[in-house]
């Protein structure tokens, strides 16, 4: 269990361009979440896949956002167009299918986006 | 829609204090609560949880009670240490669904 890693941990961008995160869950993991989480808050979700469907869409998921797990593996996230709003850290999570501790969510570090 | 308050931080305690952060929610049905705590530098860490009313969760000398008629589920520990100097979330997740709903964290510092 090497845990959820996310790259890269930082990432300073111009209004205007696009970026793209990557998320590796824990491998026997199904189930892969997108928070984002701005300086005095807590998380907000995102997004989640369970495998490689996407099952469910925050409204704060506008339509310059876009999230994809190809092979039910790793996940990409990407936005484009930035806006100096969009600025926060970026965590993803996954965890098993099922009940009790099965639903354990485990965190990755984060992707902290600056955009200028 | 669901959502989640705490206290307002930061909280700043000497070491071997009793520690209290109170969490309140508001969720249609009969959510799940837990505490999730992340160390400077890492990720979000669950802390404990509880799945129905008066449920206790504990782990690391922390506890919280799952109080349905108070909607509350207060973080407690009896006597902290600066290894516990963290930033504390209160979460709620509804029974039928999958996302968290957080708070807006709280501050520890545990002086020495």
């Known amino acids: 269990d090497t845990g959820v890693s996310q790259n890269p941990r930082h990432k300073i961008t111009k209004r205007g361009q696009n970026v793209t995160f990557r998320c590796d869950p824990i491998?026997?993991?199904?189930?892969l979440y997108w928070y984002r989480q701005t300086l005095g808050q807590g998380p907000e979700f995102l997004t989640y896949?369970?495998?490689?469907?996407?099952?469910?869409k925050s409204r704060l998921l506008s339509d310059r956002f876009s999230a994809e797990r190809p092979k039910g593996s790793f996940s990409t996230l990407e936005i484009q167009r930035t806006e100096q709003g969009d600025s926060a850290m970026y965590l993803c999570?996954?965890?098993?299918?099922?009940?009790?501790?099965?639903?354990?969510?485990?965190f990755g570090s984060g992707t902290q986006l600056s955009v200028l | 829609g669901n959502s989640v308050t705490q206290m307002e931080g930061p909280v700043t305690l000497s070491e071997e204090a009793f520690l209290t952060i109170n969490c309140t929610y508001t969720?249609?049905?009969?959510?799940?609560l837990f505490w999730y705590v992340q160390y400077p530098g890492e990720g979000l860490q669950l802390l404990l949880k509880?799945?129905?009313?008066?449920d206790k969760g504990s782990n690391k000398g922390f506890e919280a009670t799952y109080r349905k008629e108070t909607t509350s589920f207060h973080l407690e520990k009896g006597s902290v240490q600066v290894s516990d100097s963290a930033v504390y979330f209160c979460?709620?997740?509804?029974?039928?669904?999958?996302?968290?709903?957080f708070g807006e964290g709280t501050q520890l510092t545990v002086n020495p």
């Open positions: 999570a996954s965890s098993l299918r099922g009940t009790g501790d099965r639903e354990k969510l485990f």
């Open positions: 491998s026997e993991h199904n189930r």
């Open positions: 896949f369970q495998n490689e469907a996407q099952l469910e």
């Open positions: 969720a249609t049905g009969y959510p799940s």
């Open positions: 509880a799945t129905k009313a008066d």
């Open positions: 979460a709620l997740r509804e029974t039928s669904g999958s996302r968290l709903t």
